[in-house]
Structure formats: C-alpha cells, structure tokens
C-alpha cells in the first residue's frame, strides 16, 4: 500500500512538472494590427500559426491575443485587400504589426477551381472581389451588387419585380442554339454546384472570384464553358466569439416610366385618325367617332391616367445577424436572415427567410471535417402585368363607382380596367420554394504536402406555383374563372474527391491536383388546371370543385455527368509559371460514342518584375505577362434530346369519338450529336506602377465555338420539323481592362478607384446553308454578324406633303412611314418594298461596357460612388411599340405627323390604314451611363460604444439607380431596354451594421 502511494506522489510530481514545462514553453503573444499609411487599426484581420489551424482575429481596435509554443513560431498575418505578412516571434510579447494595402495585393490568396493560389502566381484571367463589396449596393442578390465591377461580366437588370434577378453574360453569346439556357455561368458556393444565387445573403460572403478564360474553367470541363463565379462564404475563426447585426430598409419608386397619352391627347388623336379619312372636321363630328360614355367623358373632363394609379411606392428590408467564434480544433460559423421586398405594383411581394451553417473541425493532425449548409425559404406573390391592358385602354371616365370600387368597364365592353385585378377575388398567384443545399467534407493529410479531400453535396429544391384569375379580372375579361397549380422538384447530388500534392526542391515548386466528380441531377414536375371554380375564395387549393376543362400532366428528367481531372502548376524560381490541366467528361445526354470528350488547357506567366534587370527601375512594382489556351465544352440539349420520342395526339375513326393516340415528335431525336466545344487563346499583363499606386489587368481573348448544336430545320416532306445537329461557328474576341488607382492617400483621407471596361466582338463564322432569316426580326442569323441582331426594314422618316408621288409609288400617302428601298430580285432598288429591303438595323450586345467604383474615406466617414456603363447596343422597345394609329386603343405619348406637324418621327393617325411596320418606330441605339449607387457611412468612434461592449458601429444611407444619361431614350430607364410591363425602380434606403 505504501509503495502504491509513493507512485501516486510520484506521478504526480512528473505531471505537474511537465505542465510547468509547457507552461514555460507556451506563452501568449499580444498586438495590434494597423493600416502602414493611415496607421488606423484593421479590425478582422486574421493572425495564424504557420502550418497549423490555431488562429486568432483582431478586435475593433485591430488588437489581437494568440497562444505560442515557441519562439521559433511563425506568424501569418492576413486582411481583405492588404498584404500578407510574416512574423517570427521570438522573444516578443507584444507585437506592433502594419499591413500595407498595396493595390496590386500580389500575396492576396484567390479562389481557382479545387484549390487556391497567392494572386502572384496565378496563371489564368481571373477577377477576385471582395465579400463587403457585395453589400454597397443594396440589392437581394451578390450578382448585382457587383454589376460595373468585373470587366468581361456583362450585367444587367430588365425587369423591376420584386426579388428579380439579374442577367449576366460572360465574354459574349457563343451557343445560339438556345441562348437563353446553353450561355449561363456556373456558380460554385463553397465548392457545391448547383446553388441558387438569389438564396445567398450577401452578408454571407467572403470573396468572389470569376474565372473566365479556358485555362482557368477548364478544370470545371463542360460546366465551366460559359465561366465560372466561385463565392466563398464566411467561416469561423479562433478567439473571441463575433456577433453581427447587418439591416436597412428603405422606399422604392419607379426608376423612369414612358408617359401614355392622356385624356386630351387622346382625344385629339383619335379626332386627327378619322380626320385623315374625312369623316371628323370638327368637334360637331365627335358623335361620329365617340360612343356616349366618351362624349360624357370628354364634356365632364373626366380623364383616367392609368400608369399613375397602378404605381406604387415599394419598400424594400433586409435583416441579417452572423455569429462566428471557434477554438484551434472547432470553428463555426452561423447566420439567419430575413429579406422582404414589397414591389412597386400592388400584390407584387417576394419574402426570403435564409439560414447558414458552416462549421470546420480537426480531429487531429491529419483529419479534418467541415459542413457547408444553407437554407431559404421564398414566398413570392407575383403580379399579372396591368401595363399592357394599361397601356392600351381609353383614358375616358371613371375607373371607380362612387362606392370606391373599380368598375370593370370604363367607356366600353372591349377593354377591361387594368385595375380591376388589385380587387379581392380577382387575381392571386403564389410560388413557394424550399431549397436546401449541403456538403460534408473529410479532409486527410497523410504525409506532408499532401491532402485529400471527399466532398458530398446535394441541392434539394421543390416548389408548388399555383396561380387563380376571377372571372372579372383581366384574364377572365368576364368569361371564366381558372385556377392551375404546378409542383417541382430537383434533386443534385455531387460527389467529388481532390487530391493536392505540393512539393518544393530547391527553385522548383510543384502542385499536382487529381479530382473525380460524379454529378446527378432528377428533375420532376406536375401541373393541374380548371376552369369555371365553385368557389373562388379557394383559389387553386380545390380543382376538383371546377366544373370545366380539367387538365393535368407529368413529367420526369434525369441526367448524369462523370468527370476525371488532373492538374499540374509548376513554378520556377517564383517567377516563370506554368499550369497545364486535362478533362475528361461524360454525359448522359449524348448518345452511345459521344458521351465522352476531354479538355485540356495549358496556360503560363512570366514575373518580369522579379528578374535582376527589373531591380534598379522605378516605374514598375509588379509586372507580370500570362498566356493561355484551352478548350471547353457544352452539352447544351435537355435530358433524352438524342432520342426519338412520341407525342400524344387526339383520333377519331368516326370523327366523334376522340381516342388517344400517338405520333413521333416533330423534334427527332440525333443519336450522332456531340459535344459543343469552344478553344480560347488568352493574353493578359498584371501591373502595378509607381510604388503600387495604379495597379491593373490587361486581357485580349479570341474564342472559336465549333461543333454548335443547332436546330436544323428538315425539308416538310420528311414529316418532322427539325433535328440538332454539329453545325455551325461562332466567334467572340476581345480586350478587358482593370484599372485600379490610390488617388488620394493620407492620414485621414483616401480616395482610391476602379475602372472597369470590356469589349467583345461576337460573330457568326459558319452556318449550314448560309443565312437563317426569320419572320421574327429578332432572330435572324446571319454570317458575319451578332447572333442577337435585329434584322428589319430601315425607317428613313415620314413621307412628306411635297413627295406624295413619289410615295404614291410604294402604295404610301403623305404621313405614312418611309421605309429604304434596298434591294430587289436583281439586288438593286426596285421600287417595291419587299423582304429583300430588310437589313440589319442592331444588335443586342452592346460595343463596351465599363463602371467607375469610388471609395472615400475621411477620417469616420466612408462614401462609395459607382457609375456604370453600356454602349453600342440597340434596343427594341415595347413602350415605342404602343401605337396604334385607328385610335382604338390608347398609347405612348409620342410625336405624330399632322399636316401642321410635319416631323419625321411616327406616322399619321388613320382610322384605316394599318400599323404595319411598327418595330420600325421601336429600333434604338441605346447607350447609357448610369449612377448606379452612393452610400454614405459613418463608423461610430469606438468612445461612445465602448463601454457597451460593442465593438463597431455604422450607419449609412444608400441611393441605387439615381441617375441615368442616355442620348436618344429620355422616356423610361435605358436598363430595362423600355420593356413596358416590368418598369425598373430606384431605391432609398438606412442602414445599421453591428458588431459585438
């Protein structure tokens, strides 16, 4: 017994002697973080032991506490858009740290697909934004908020509903096939495909980063073909737990809206329409072309301008709280948000409620595992467009009874009140969603230098979409009602292994990527539909209680794709830099033989600025030249597109009976189709000169698409329509510049810009039987030119009074639309005008596009100014396309040709002659600059909140879409390209951001 106590004792004593040595080898370090110029503190930046996951964050006051075994400890010290720094602490306790913000940021570390780089050596035309830059610009999606601010990204907003997205088009249309769906971007959200932007908060987000030429998206094959836009969210870090409280609200109003005629107007162009025939001379004669509800009308002035009772004022909200923290071993990171957006248009409503969970754990030295996870709910009340029917009905008597209510019919029975859908029981549609989207990953590193990671991820998304209009409403126009509801469900599923080996001998670093992707999607929907419900009030929840035309169907869609990669980035020295990655994909879609393709690329860049010849120059601080080349590819059809399939059609044998029956789609399917592909060359400098003060990105890129899968149209004596097929080309070539500028640096006040301009060049190069024209003037496509061209007759003015013989000549009268005379069956004028006198007026795709971003900061108070640009495009637009010259409907305010009114802008109101040739008077060039936003902030001095244990606050107002220039279209905002029933609108909101 005694001799089991005397080991007891003595254990004991050796386990508090080695605590008290690893207390005397562990010691805690202590600093503060600044800005080198400004000497303010950098609050966030991240301070980490080198080679290990321990790490701590700076407080607001840029002072930070880590935990060190040692004095050989290295520290990493990183922030946003500020130099990486390096630290050996030796016997030091207390650190006095400054970062350079240096605009070229070359140790800035970018996100590339599987994997990361210091911006220094990348190889490929990459752009890297930061996450607070995604959160200037209030906006319900990142895409947005980053439009005039990655040259090569094409961004735009056409539509102004609530919780509507933006378009955006990377270098150029290339698949003409089908454009809409075969040009879209990939967007990777902590490495899982197949997340919707409009779920992310933008609080949420870390950095962006957009990939853009085949050297760089090649590693994504066919998913990156149209580029790439990875988003990193934030994630947990060591020390001190963080709370963050992000919101504004604010009021919205219609941006710029294109004026209808009003009640007098009106009124004088209708009299002038029947003048034109001779059966109106003077207001004796309205009787003639008035009914009594508008002769009352005029007599009483009662005169209704519709545009001004459907708009509203909006309001717009978002809601967000973060909260990261972590230890060495368990980092988390979590956030809720709520968003709300109530439109400019009553019952326009999009709600979003969004979760997110990420959390990274070691296990021990060479196992670690992480979730990535989020969540959203949207509730989205969508409104019918009352512009059409508003633009068009009669601005005469009273859209209301004297009870309040809306009538249905103003002056007549042929147009409904374009009101009449914001009464209960009128109209109602809803889309709910739910979509969740996760990934697990394990991470293993077995030996040095080397990792492997396994990552699942899956996107469940399902929807229920039912829509209801009233027998009076604009839908129903007093026939039926109708109720419909349309379920949809998709399940991804992704599976993806890497491999990343890195390895250094002397001058030569080495990094060799391997990653095997397996990815699944199941897409499956039904819908169902009556007429004539029982009882309204239940809107789509009941279709078994309609009485009429009951309709329902199915469908199911599934498609895989398994992908093989490698990837090799060498380095010589730091300065001579290589990469070369290879591709393999197959996809279900195609059929048996062509399901497999490969794309390789190779791309290389030389450090010019790190050679001994640079050494003694001033001028340059960083000079880099890159070179690339690769390939990518598209499988742009849908699931089964290369099968043969039946249709179901209605038989009868005795013409009363109706039985199914079935026939073979007029779309045939084509076994032999294969993989659209696209080669692009890349050329691009990096610079920063005059000791970082101007930094920028020069690319020039030259893209061919070959093999396009294309609509062939098949002869009508075959019995189908059309088959795809490998034919046809198209070119996009161009030159993308990124300038960066410290205008103003000093103590208490900076200024630093970013300019951003872009310009592509698109063509057909090859088609299969030369010229596709069409009767759409839209979509004609023709060799040489702009897939997105408008190809139409060219409007040359007004036929005048003094050249009535001359018009006589084309079947025109003085006042009618003078269209050019340009070819004929010979190809000269002929004096008809014919389809061979339509040419190409424009195209959609404008010749540049470019933003102007400012920051400013003095001393607390922060200001940001964006502009953006867009030049050279053409538009159609649908607000020109409102007139109708009979007068039978009402229409744009526009300026018309009267004898006493000679211009050369719309033709003559006739009650007889036809509006033929309208889109003539609807063709523009639209060019623009555009205000795009300005925030003013104020960062609350730390004195006043101190004591309340906060560690930052701001507050800010924020002005989005404020101010437009555009030379030929002062009628309504050049953005939405004058699409009448979805006008755009600017917005104003206060905001609060805490961080405790």
Avoid: C
């Avoid at 301070?47 to 290990?52: A, D, L, R, S």
């Avoid at 001033?618 to 080349?629: A, D, I």
């Avoid at 061919?704 to 329509?721: A, D, E, H, K, Q």
Wanted: aromatic share 10%; proline share 4%; glycine share 8%.
């Amino acid at each position: 017994m005694k001799n089991k106590t005397t080991l007891v004792y003595l254990f004991i004593v050796l386990l508090l002697g080695s605590y008290t040595h690893v207390m005397a080898q562990q010691r805690t370090v202590t600093g503060k973080i600044i800005d080198q110029v400004t000497k303010q503190p950098l609050p966030g930046a991240t301070v980490n032991i080198k080679g290990t996951s321990q790490g701590a964050a700076a407080n607001a006051s840029g002072v930070f506490s880590i935990p060190v075994p040692g004095d050989n400890t290295v520290l990493v010290v990183t922030y946003i858009g500020y130099g990486t720094q390096e630290i050996t602490v030796g016997k030091q306790t207390d650190l006095n740290i400054a970062l350079s913000n240096a605009i070229s940021n070359v140790n800035e570390i970018v996100v590339i697909g599987y994997g990361q780089v210091k911006k220094r050596d990348l190889t490929g035309a990459v752009v890297s934004i930061k996450g607070d830059e995604t959160v200037k610009v209030p906006a319900s999606n990142a895409i947005e908020a980053l439009q005039g601010k990655i040259p090569g990204a094409d961004i735009y907003r056409d539509n102004g509903y609530a919780g509507g997205q933006s378009n955006i088009r990377i270098r150029g249309t290339r698949s003409i096939g089908n454009p809409a769906s075969s040009n879209n971007v990939l967007y990777i959200v902590d490495g899982v495909q197949g997340v919707s932007m409009s779920d992310i908060d933008p609080n949420d987000i870390q950095s962006v980063d957009v990939l853009k030429d085949a050297s760089s998206t090649a590693i994504y094959g066919s998913r990156g073909a149209n580029g790439v836009i990875i988003i990193t969210t934030k994630r947990g870090t060591t020390g001190k737990p963080k709370l963050t409280f992000s919101s504004y609200a604010g009021v919205s109003d219609v941006s710029k809206y294109g004026r209808m005629k009003n009640g007098p107007e009106y009124v004088a162009f209708k009299r002038e329409a029947y003048r034109a025939v001779g059966t109106w001379n003077s207001v004796a004669d309205d009787p003639l072309i008035f009914n009594q509800k508008e002769l009352n009308a005029i007599q009483n002035q009662q005169y209704i301008n519709y545009p001004d009772l459907i708009l509203h004022h909006g309001t717009q909200q978002n809601y967000q709280v973060g909260v990261s923290g972590g230890t060495d071993k368990t980092k988390i990171y979590f956030s809720a948000g709520y968003y709300r957006e109530k439109g400019i248009l009553a019952g326009d409503d999009y709600k979003r409620y969004t979760a997110r969970f990420n959390l990274d754990q070691t296990i021990n030295s060479w196992l670690k595992v992480g979730i990535s996870s989020q969540y959203a709910n949207i509730n989205n009340n969508i409104r019918r467009d009352p512009f059409n029917a508003a633009s068009k009905a009669i601005p005469l008597g009273l859209p209301y009874d004297s009870a309040g209510n809306v009538v249905m019919y103003t002056v007549d029975r042929l147009q409904i009140n374009p009101l009449i859908d914001e009464q209960p029981g009128s109209w109602a549609a809803n889309t709910k969603t739910n979509r969740f989207s996760g990934a697990v990953y394990a991470d293993i590193t077995p030996l040095k230098g080397l990792d492997i990671r396994s990552t699942f991820s899956t996107t469940q998304w399902s929807s229920v979409a039912g829509q209801f209009y009233g027998k009076n409403s604009i839908n129903g126009n007093g026939a039926n009602s109708q109720a419909s509801v349309t379920n949809t469900q998709s399940n991804f599923i992704s599976w993806e292994n890497i491999i990343t080996y890195n390895k250094e001998i002397k001058d030569h670093a080495f990094t060799v990527t391997g990653v095997t992707s397996y990815i699944q999607n199941i897409g499956t929907g039904s819908y169902a539909l009556a007429k004539n419900q029982t009882f309204p009030s239940q809107l789509w929840y009941n279709l078994a209680g309609a009485t009429q035309s009951p309709g329902y169907g199915s469908n199911y869609n599934k498609y895989a794709l398994l992908s093989f990669t490698g990837r090799i980035n060498y380095s010589y020295q730091g300065k001579y830099l290589l990469t070369l990655t290879g591709r393999s994909d197959g996809s279900s879609k195609l059929g048996p033989g062509n399901k497999w393709a490969f794309f390789p690329s190779v791309a290389g860049a030389w450090r010019v600025s790190d050679e001994n010849f640079m050494k003694k120059q001033r001028l340059f601080s960083e000079l880099k030249l890159r070179v690339g080349y690769g390939i990518s590819g598209n499988d742009v059809i849908a699931p089964y597109a290369t099968q043969n399939t039946l249709t179901q059609i209605k038989f009868s044998y005795d013409d009363t009976n109706l039985a199914p029956a079935y026939t073979i789609n007029p779309s045939i399917g084509n076994s032999d189709l294969k993989w659209e592909l696209t080669a692009t060359t890349n050329i691009g400098v990096d610079f920063s000169l005059l000791k970082d003060r101007i930094s920028g990105t020069v690319d020039y890129y030259d893209a061919r698409t070959y093999n396009l899968i294309f609509p062939y149209t098949m002869p009508s004596s075959t019995g189908v329509s059309t088959i795809s097929r490998n034919i046809g080309k198209t070119s996009n070539r161009g030159v993308e510049v990124s300038l960066t500028t410290n205008n103003i640096v000093s103590r208490n006040f900076r200024w630093t810009s970013t300019i951003s301009y872009a310009h592509n060049k698109e063509k057909i190069t090859e088609l299969p039987n030369g010229n596709v024209i069409d009767n759409d003037y839209r979509k004609s496509l023709i060799l040489g030119q702009s897939p997105t061209i408008y190809y139409d007759y060219k409007k040359l003015g007004i036929w005048q009074t003094g050249e009535a013989a001359q018009a006589a000549q084309y079947d025109a009268l003085p006042g009618d639309i003078k269209l050019a005379d340009i070819s004929g069956p010979d190809g000269k004028p002929d004096g008809k005008i014919t389809a061979a006198d339509r040419t190409i007026i424009g195209t959609r795709v404008p010749k540049w596009t470019g933003g102007f971003n400012n920051n400013f900061t003095y001393r607390n108070f922060d200001l940001n100014i964006l502009f953006i640009a867009r030049v050279g495009q053409w538009m159609s637009s649908d607000y020109y396309a409102k007139y109708v010259r009979n007068g039978s409907q009402n229409g744009s305010a526009v300026d018309y040709w009267t004898p006493e009114n000679p211009t050369n802008a719309y033709p003559r109101p006739n009650a007889t002659r036809s509006s033929s040739n309208i889109t003539t008077l609807t063709e523009y060039e639209n060019s623009y600059v555009k205000l795009r936003n300005i925030t003013l902030g104020y960062n609350v001095p730390k004195s006043f909140i101190s004591r309340a244990k906060i560690e930052n606050v701001r507050i800010y107002v924020s002005g989005k879409n404020l101010w437009f220039y555009s030379s030929n279209n002062k009628d309504f905002d050049p953005e939405s390209e004058g699409i009448i029933d979805q006008p755009l609108s600017k917005l104003f909101v206060a905001g609060l951001n805490v961080t405790f």
